[in-house]
């Protein structure tokens, strides 16, 4: 096991690093991959609003995407695996929603970039890796019934002139029309934050393949403005929907497929897509993960003894990303945070957690007037929290209530998270010590009631972890995965999330906690490392794209098992885990960010950030472990250091 010094060296340099990327404000936007999915998006969006825009661009505008469809085709170009195929991002395994999504834009392309050569040489093997992969069945079977990513990848595939109009899912937009209220209970084939997709991809295909009976299409038809009109009051004033560059830039080509090239939809998406695009060519699959990135490393430092963490981050910033107003895209109610301080980012369970727990760690270092405004944004933020559970006890994303689909069901990370930031709350605002918790007195009947409240809630929550543990003792997350292992699942960063989560609760010798404690144990590998396809035969043809490096899944499996080092063999294994940890930042591995992470619909992505605050979670905890104080360090430019 790493001695005192070299685990205070190694979390010194991890600590500097993580700072090297936080912003002048205080806090850090982090850095999403390129996506080659998201490229390909975007690039089939910009050639349709070509074809169909004829001469309503200027000249000047024109130019001005063409060389955007170059620099992004040529990103993909050189992005082609051995196989033919093309992954979600450039350290990805094909699949076949890529390479479906890459042939179209290719071929879109080609009367854009008569500079690039190596177009022709690239749908040869493009193409037979396609049918490898079963062509549109094989398509079907990676989504099954959820048509969210289904419908726009066939719809872009027949902009393009790859399948014909009636091999397009038919989605009926003209829901879209009800009361938001009560889209949860109409049944609908795309996930809650697929809307507008639902809306652009649905009336495209009718224009093209109108479908129904006659009396039937004629309604359709008369309610396409009403629901473009529902589409446009979503937009944000970024023009990019959930910041994502995926779902605007389907919305934008289905547009442009119907010839309304001049709607204000098109006109800020488009906007929004130039405005993304980075210098190699690509784009990356949303903007940034700001407010889930600075919470990471909020919290990570505080569980590694770091005091005055509001030196470090800024307050100011995260209050201010609370989300105020009823949100227009789902409806949300006041209180939650999203993944971003962007327009276009959408309240969540999983960021509101992490926001949650930072201001619950920066409360008792605060000022009087600051533990004020932290108080009556957590309050908020708590009764969001509150709100959004769902029946089964469970917490899902973005909506109660839709339980259809798997991106709209109670999540297992989400719920730990969720019960993590309850119970730090409640320990911060003591329920039988409200008279010395500094609080308004007209707030003190709130925090019993809200005491009560997230006593149900967590009972609840708890009830559900046990309900889906798996019998090996492990927890699957919703976010979070891994290419290489069996069904692309993540076990270990669900496990070793929801340990945590019991842990919090104060139940440490919990049964379910032992069961999870030991498959943790069990599944570290010879080299002392956890890996996710621990068990997967990694076949010759993935020579190209390496599998995870581990490093993420280690630094979670140390962190949960930080709190279970009692006897020999738990020592052992907590040791001999440390020792490799520490080996592979030594190699410079934290550097080097796998795609464990999952956008929406099981889009991979990873975030540079990750390995490094992930690592940084894990020696701290082992620093405060072994009774060890941290390095001081330095606050951000324009901090507060009396506060």
Same mark, same amino acid.
């Given at each position: ?28 936007? /982090? ?52 196989? /033919? ?97 009560? $889209? ?21 295909? *009718?224009?093209?393949?109108?479908? /129904? ?25 970024? /023009?990019? *929907? ?81 989300? =105020? ?45 600051? =533990? ?71 707030? =003190? ?20 972890? =046990? ?68 068990? *997967? ?26 709190? *279970? ?70 606050? $951000? ?7």
């Amino acid at each position: 096991m790493p001695d005192e010094r070299e685990l205070r060296e190694i979390w010194a340099g991890l600590a500097h690093e993580l700072f090297e990327l936080r912003g002048s404000g205080g806090h850090w936007r /982090g850095e999403l991959a390129p996506s080659p999915l998201a490229t390909a998006t975007a690039v089939s969006a910009l050639c349709v609003l070509l074809n169909g825009s004829e001469d309503a661009l200027s000249p000047t505008k024109r130019e001005v995407i063409r060389a955007s469809i170059v620099r992004g085709t040529a990103y993909l170009l050189s992005t082609q695996n051995s196989d /033919g195929g093309w992954g979600d991002t450039d350290r990805s395994r094909s699949n076949i929603a890529t390479a479906y999504l890459t042939q179209a834009a290719l071929l879109l392309a080609k009367s854009y970039v008569h500079e690039l050569q190596g177009i022709d040489r690239a749908l040869p093997a493009l193409e037979a890796y396609i049918r490898r992969q079963g062509e549109l069945e094989g398509l079907r079977a990676r989504y099954g019934t959820d048509r969210t990513f289904v419908a726009p990848i066939a719809t872009n595939l027949a902009l393009a002139g790859l399948i014909d109009w009636r091999e397009v899912p038919a989605l009926p937009f003209e829901l879209a029309a009800f009361p938001q209220g009560m $889209y949860r209970f109409l049944r609908l084939p795309v996930v809650s934050y697929a809307i507008p997709a639902l809306v652009a991809v649905g009336q495209v295909r *009718f224009h093209f393949a109108p479908t /129904g009976v006659f009396p039937w299409r004629m309604v359709r038809r008369a309610v396409r403005n009403i629901t473009l009109t529902v589409v446009r009051k979503m937009l944000p004033e970024s /023009g990019g *929907f959930l910041e994502a560059v995926p779902l605007t830039a389907f919305v934008v080509m289905s547009l442009c497929g119907m010839r309304r090239t001049k709607d204000d939809v098109v006109t800020r998406g488009v906007a929004f897509l130039l405005r993304l695009q980075r210098n190699c060519g690509a784009w990356p699959v949303d903007s940034d993960l700001a407010v889930w990135t600075t919470t990471l490393a909020a919290n990570a430092l505080r569980v590694s003894g770091v005091s005055q963490v509001s030196r470090l981050v800024s307050l100011d910033w995260l209050l201010a990303s609370q989300h =105020r107003e009823r949100h227009p895209f789902t409806g949300a109610a006041p209180g939650g945070w999203a993944w971003t301080d962007l327009p276009g980012g959408v309240p969540d369970a999983d960021d509101t957690s992490g926001a949650l727990l930072a201001l619950a760690g920066m409360r008792h270092e605060a000022s009087h007037a600051q =533990r004020s405004r932290i108080f009556q944004a957590a309050s908020q933020g708590l009764q969001w929290l509150l709100a959004l559970q769902n029946s089964d006890g469970g917490w899902p994303t973005f909506c109660r209530g839709w339980g259809r689909l798997p991106f709209d069901r109670s999540g297992v990370d989400l719920t730990a998270h969720a019960i993590r930031a309850l119970t730090a709350w409640k320990k911060t605002v003591p329920h039988g010590d409200i008279a010395a918790a500094a609080v308004e007195p007209d707030c =003190r009947s709130k925090i019993h009631q809200m005491h009560r409240a997230m006593d149900r809630a967590i009972a609840a929550g708890l009830a559900f972890l =046990r309900r889906r543990q798996r019998d090996d003792g492990s927890w699957l997350p919703l976010w979070f995965g891994n290419e290489w292992a069996n069904h692309e699942e993540n076990p270990i960063y669900g496990t070793a999330r929801t340990i945590l989560a019991f842990i919090d609760a104060g139940l440490r010798t919990d049964p379910c906690v032992v069961r999870a404690v030991d498959w943790l144990k069990q599944r570290q590998a010879p080299d002392g490392e956890w890996h996710a396809f621990h068990d *997967f035969p990694i076949s010759a043809q993935d020579h190209d794209v390496p599998p995870c490096n581990g490093i993420e899944e280690t630094a979670l499996a140390l962190s949960a098992l930080s709190e *279970f080092c009692d006897g020999p063999d738990e020592s052992r294994t907590y040791a001999r885990g440390l020792a490799a940890l520490a080996a592979a930042v030594r190699e410079g591995r934290h550097r080097t960010a796998s795609p464990i992470g999952l956008y929406f619909a099981r889009l991979w992505y990873y975030e540079r950030m990750y390995p490094i605050v992930f690592a940084l979670e894990a020696v701290g905890r082992a620093l405060r472990r072994l009774g060890i104080p941290p390095p001081h360090l330095d606050p $951000y430019p324009g901090s507060d250091s009396s506060d």
